[in-house]
């Protein structure tokens, strides 16, 4: 909890060859990733206008879908993903502040957090496969659905497998950065990939944040 | 004036040996090998397209009428529109010149990503090479046409996967090269360079880039659903499982239309860098130009749903499609009257980037206008998926982009190795380039006014006017090929020839002709370089 | 070729063809003129302005507020003019109302063929087709007209005209039976598997005709360039569209959208027929099988329906309701609301049965993909099913 840092700990690093100045290199950085995010989010546009449209077709087979949903599981991953969003956020301070150990310990949490969101997804998949609820045509459910619900399905997976895609990149980066947070390489003056991981993290999430209400709670 | 000399160490020198090349993150390095990667990508779309003239040189074909056969042209053409749009048209200015100039025009060392960049390069090469297996990996010809419309898509035999699954990484490749250019131009400027003193090559590369942010990533998402489509049967956009093919369109055209002016913009910017500079005299309306480029970014994102007037969705949407594409239209008239008038009392000579600038206005003016009936509602019936869309989209993707690419790379090709071409035989090409061209074209207007439809590998013998049409588009090919090769080699030739280029050949007044020819590892002499006077200044 | 020809489509006819080629005309003469004005101005300046010397100056002239505004607001307030001319034929031919006076029919694209279906049922078969050859038709008249017992005054000179129209015919490739067709025949004889034979369209002339164009697998596009439309034909979609035809004789229609091997040969012809000969053409292909519209309907409950829908009062409970005294029945659905079974219901449900479902039957009925013909003649057999004296029984009875 000292905030005294020793300096030599941290392996000194240069601007890139290019750059005139650290903050011209971080404003640079900071600037390509909320470009990089704008494409992600115009990446899951396109599934939220098909979801739109089909649902402004099809407003039953929309209900009839979300009411196969378990929201009680959605909102545990809900409230883990925010958390983990949290507490990214902190781990981001924590660098600034030179608290590598503390910065380190919310990181691995962090990584934590979306590995439960995993694994809730998991027994979340798991149970619908069971059910034989797969997307389009090997929708092969028995019990009571409307005739075109096997689209609810398909936007259901496409949305969810998509994201969970996303949310096992941010871990494999959140690690990354936890590994050269281990390493020292991030300081005061110098934590722009935790920072550009932490944006990466937090659109995962409020992706997911678009996807429960739209996907579980449609009633 | 430039501090270099001519004798500083450049960058080809710098760093010797295959490896320099295959890590490099230097741009110049990465720009040169976009540039022998989309230009050999240009002769393959180019050696489909010659395939596809002479089949349809007489009515009854070279090729005999089999199923097999009759797949094989469908593969060509659509092969060709492939291998033009993903793999030449859209990285070839932007990714093999900007790459190049861009830094150079900004007065920066590199772009903002030197990393990204190369990863970019690789995804293209990846990608090509996806491409290449899904020619040649012996799945069964691609058919669809470079739109992949459905439920065709689904349910033909083609390497439909492979092909969308290549466009995907070229996708990234688009997106990396957007997010540098974006980046570099907002934060790396030389000092004094601010909004409205950059080149307009600038503003239009800078409108290309948003464009291929926002607009690739849904063509990515398009084609994961047409993947998901194929193998999942997720039923979204087929109509067999309660989907809506015509929404794929939607989804299709959001990028692609976007995508034409991906296409575009950046062959206006060197048009507005090569008029300037031979007319020795500031361009004509700087701002009405750089801020037209913004205007054609905006609009055309709105302006996808004039590819589907007939296609299904409400005529309503139509009409308001229809009002926004003519708006669209108004932006790229204010440029062409803008570089007319840059011409007059200008002092202009006729070096071949001049010679192509010149064709291309003579091209894009006939391109442009002949969109208006397509934009028109009731004359967009008629000429819907005939030859006269095929007519009018190769005047602006050929007579505009392609030439306005031949035209910097003219322009810039003594920055880019140093030496300097022969400029008669530059431009006997440009003249059979420009012949070839309208003898190609010029005559499918008729076909398709006559209501000859698009992608048909025969036609009706008994109708005269076609088969004369048809015969004069297939010579006009091969005039056009015959003129593309004598360029290259006249390029190319210039390789091995002992002109030696001056740092700044043409006059010009932009940072990126202080630079040594080629210029150095590093760009610049200075550490900061300084924009000293504004772009056009011409004393 | 004229010079006014050069920009007008091909040959027009059809009553909304005048108005579309006039403004197709108007933007191609705008064109040239705009187009003489800045290439024009721009030859004119690589002259008058080459350089002459290596120190030549140039003035600074940076923009021309003046100009520039002029040259925006101008091309804006033109191509306003093409925009508003342009979308009023459109919605007409695109649009049309919903029960405005017309001949139906129904077009269907498959791989590679069109079909056509008239409002009777009938259809042509491609040997008909072959037949409906406008050479054919008019060397048969004459033919008639020679044979005739009785001759009539004026049939000499209907012969003279027939004559007339058969060297016309002969003579002019385009109306040479199907030129595209016999000319490229040893191309298709090559491919033993499919040889192409496409169906006549017959419509009448001077009679608002209204497409409804679908397709059963992939993308098509219906064209008839001589009447100026075309519109796409989605599967599991009906879109339609009007024309007038106003000259008689022979167009031909094209696929305009690719949908595979033999896209280029998904085309054939139309012919513009008098009223007369159309409604005579029409009942020549009325369904021999015939019999009234219950009967087809009949027959049409076998095929498609009656492994889920019976229509015996004494049946177990079906996968679907069953249709003893379905009509005029009241219904209630899932949702709680109500209505009658009468002819909206029942062809609502069968276009879209997800839209309403009566409790207990939960799975709902896939889409049939009938056309408004079938569905009329399923509804007729359905009115036959109750109990309850129809006028019609009730006639039978008194008999």
């Known amino acids: ?219 | 004036m430039s501090t270099t000399t001519q004798n500083d160490v450049n960058f080809y020198q710098a760093k010797k040996g295959i490896m320099s090349w295959v890590y490099t993150i230097d741009h110049k390095r990465i720009g040169i090998m976009y540039l022998i990667a989309s230009s050999l990508a240009l002769f393959a779309g180019g050696a489909f397209a010659l395939m596809i003239r002479a089949q349809l040189a007489t009515p009854g074909g070279m090729l005999p009428m089999t199923p097999e056969y009759k797949d094989t042209y469908n593969m060509w053409f659509t092969l060709h529109g492939v291998i033009m749009v993903f793999l030449f048209i859209i990285p070839a200015i932007p990714a093999a010149l900007g790459n190049f100039i861009l830094p150079l025009m900004v007065g920066a060392k590199d772009v903002a990503f030197p990393k990204m960049n190369l990863a970019s390069f690789y995804l293209y090469v990846i990608g090509a090479a996806i491409a290449l297996y899904g020619i040649v990996g012996g799945e069964s010809p691609l058919t669809t046409g470079w739109t992949f419309y459905l439920p065709y898509s689904k349910e033909t035999a083609g390497a439909v996967i492979t092909m969308t699954f290549a466009a995907f990484v070229l996708g990234f490749s688009s997106i990396f090269t957007g997010i540098n250019f974006i980046v570099t131009i907002h934060k790396l400027r030389a000092p004094g360079m601010s909004w409205y003193k950059m080149p307009l090559l600038l503003w239009a590369l800078y409108a290309t880039s948003i464009l291929q942010v926002l607009a690739t990533p849904v063509l990515g998402i398009t084609l994961l659903l047409l993947i998901a489509e194929r193998t999942l049967q997720v039923g979204i956009f087929d109509p067999a499982l309660g989907g809506d093919p015509v929404l794929f369109q939607h989804f299709f055209w959001f990028y692609s239309h976007p995508a034409v002016y991906i296409m575009i913009l950046p062959g206006m910017g060197i048009i507005s860098e090569v008029i300037s500079c031979f007319s020795r005299k500031v361009i004509f309306g700087y701002k009405a130009i750089a801020n037209s480029s913004i205007a054609i970014a905006v609009i055309s994102f709105l302006v996808w749903g004039h590819h589907m007037f007939l296609s299904g969705q409400s005529v309503y949407a139509g009409l308001v499609f229809s009002f926004l594409t003519f708006l669209v239209a108004i932006p790229s008239a204010i440029k062409v009257f803008n570089w007319v008038a840059t011409l007059h009392r200008g002092s202009i000579t006729f070096e071949t980037p001049m010679c192509y600038a010149l064709s291309f206005l003579f091209l894009f003016t006939i391109g442009g206008l002949t969109g208006l009936p397509l934009a028109t509602l009731s004359t967009d019936i008629v000429l819907h998926d005939t030859y006269y869309v095929v007519a009018h989209f190769h005047y602006v993707m050929f007579g505009g982009t392609v030439i306005a690419f031949f035209s910097g790379l003219h322009f810039y090709w003594p920055k880019m190795v140093g030496k300097m071409y022969n400029e008669t035989v530059g431009k006997i090409a440009c003249i059979i380039v420009f012949i070839g061209f309208n003898v190609t074209f010029f005559s499918q207007f008729f076909l398709g006014y006559t209501g000859m439809p698009r992608r048909y590998f025969t036609y009706d013998s008994s109708n005269e006017l076609w088969s004369q049409m048809h015969g004069f588009s297939s010579i006009g090919a091969f005039i056009l090929g015959f003129g593309v090769l004598i360029l290259f080699a006249n390029l190319i030739a210039s390789l091995f020839s002992d002109r030696k280029a001056p740092n700044n050949p043409w006059g010009a007044t932009t940072m990126d002709w202080e630079t040594q020819s080629p210029p150095v590892l590093e760009n610049f002499s200075e550490d900061v370089p300084v924009m000293k006077k504004a772009p056009y200044e011409y004393e | 070729m004229k010079l006014d020809n050069i920009f007008r489509y091909s040959e027009a006819a059809s009553a909304h063809a005048k108005e579309v080629d006039s403004v197709g005309s108007l933007i191609n003469w705008l064109s040239v003129v705009f187009f003489v004005l800045i290439i024009g101005l721009m030859l004119y300046f690589m002259i008058r302005y080459r350089r002459r010397s290596e120190n030549e100056k140039t003035p600074h002239i940076s923009h021309n507020l003046i100009l520039e505004i002029a040259w925006s607001v101008i091309p804006l307030a033109i191509i306003l003019v093409f925009f508003v001319r342009g979308y009023k034929t459109f919605i007409n031919v695109m649009q049309p109302a919903p029960y405005a006076q017309s001949e139906d029919i129904y077009v269907t694209g498959s791989m590679w063929k069109w079909d056509f279906e008239y409002t009777n049922g009938g259809a042509v078969s491609s040997q008909d087709s072959v037949k409906l050859s406008p050479l054919k038709i008019a060397k048969a008249q004459r033919k008639a007209l020679q044979k005739k017992s009785t001759p009539e005054q004026g049939d000499d000179q209907k012969i003279v005209a027939l004559d007339k129209r058969i060297t016309e015919l002969e003579s002019d490739p385009k109306f040479n039976n199907l030129s595209y067709f016999s000319k490229n025949q040893d191309l298709f004889s090559k491919d033993g598997k499919s040889i192409l034979s496409p169906k006549v369209l017959t419509v009448p002339i001077n009679t608002p005709i209204r497409l409804v164009v679908t397709s059963k697998d992939v993308l098509h596009s219906f064209a008839i360039p001589a009447m100026r439309v075309k519109r796409d034909a989605v599967p599991g979609q009906k879109r339609e569209f009007m024309f007038t035809p106003i000259k008689e004789g022979v167009y031909y229609y094209t696929c305009n959208e690719m949908c595979g091997t033999d896209h280029a040969f998904m085309v054939g012809w139309m012919n513009v027929v008098s009223k007369e000969e159309y409604a005579k053409f029409k009942e020549s292909i009325k369904p021999k099988e015939g019999g009234t519209p219950a009967e087809i309907g009949e027959r049409l409950w076998e095929r498609n329906c009656k492994s889920c829908h019976a229509i015996d009062p004494k049946a177990p409970k079906g996968i679907g309701p069953n249709w003893w005294n379905l009509w005029g029945s009241e219904r209630t659905f899932t949702d709680g609301t109500k209505a009658i079974a009468d002819h909206q219901y029942l062809s609502d449900s069968i276009n879209d049965p997800a839209k309403q479902i009566v409790p207990g039957y939960a799975v709902p009925m896939p889409a049939q993909g009938l056309n408004e013909v079938q569905i009329k003649n399923l509804i007729e057999f359905i009115k036959t099913l109750s109990d309850k004296p129809s006028e019609e029984k009730s006639e039978e009875a008194a008999k």
């Open chain 1, 1 to 219: 909890m000292s905030s005294k840092v020793d300096t030599n700990k941290f392996i000194p690093r240069f601007v890139s060859h290019h750059f005139s100045n650290a903050d011209q290199e971080f404003e640079s950085c900071k600037l390509g990733m909320w470009l990089f995010l704008l494409t992600e989010f115009m990446l899951f546009g396109g599934i939220f206008v098909a979801y739109v449209v089909f649902r402004t077709w099809y407003p039953e087979t929309f209900e009839s879908g979300a009411e196969k949903l378990d929201w009680k599981m959605g909102a545990v991953n809900t409230v883990i993903l925010i958390t983990s969003s949290v507490t990214m956020a902190v781990a981001i301070r924590e660098v600034q502040l030179n608290r590598k150990g503390r910065a380190l310990a919310l990181l691995l949490f962090t990584v934590l957090c979306g590995m439960g969101f995993l694994v809730v997804k998991y027994f979340e998949y798991n149970h619908k496969f069971e059910l034989g609820i797969f997307p389009g045509d090997f929708f092969s459910f028995m019990g009571d659905h409307m005739s075109n619900e096997h689209l609810y399905f398909s936007i259901y997976f496409m949305a969810t497998a998509t994201h969970v895609l996303h949310v096992i990149l941010g871990l494999l980066a959140i690690l990354w950065v936890s590994w050269r947070t281990a390493k020292g390489e991030f300081y005061e003056a110098y934590y722009t990939p935790v920072e550009m991981v932490g944006l990466y993290w937090h659109l995962v999430d409020l992706i997911w944040i678009f996807l429960f209400p739209l996907l579980y709670l449609t009633k």
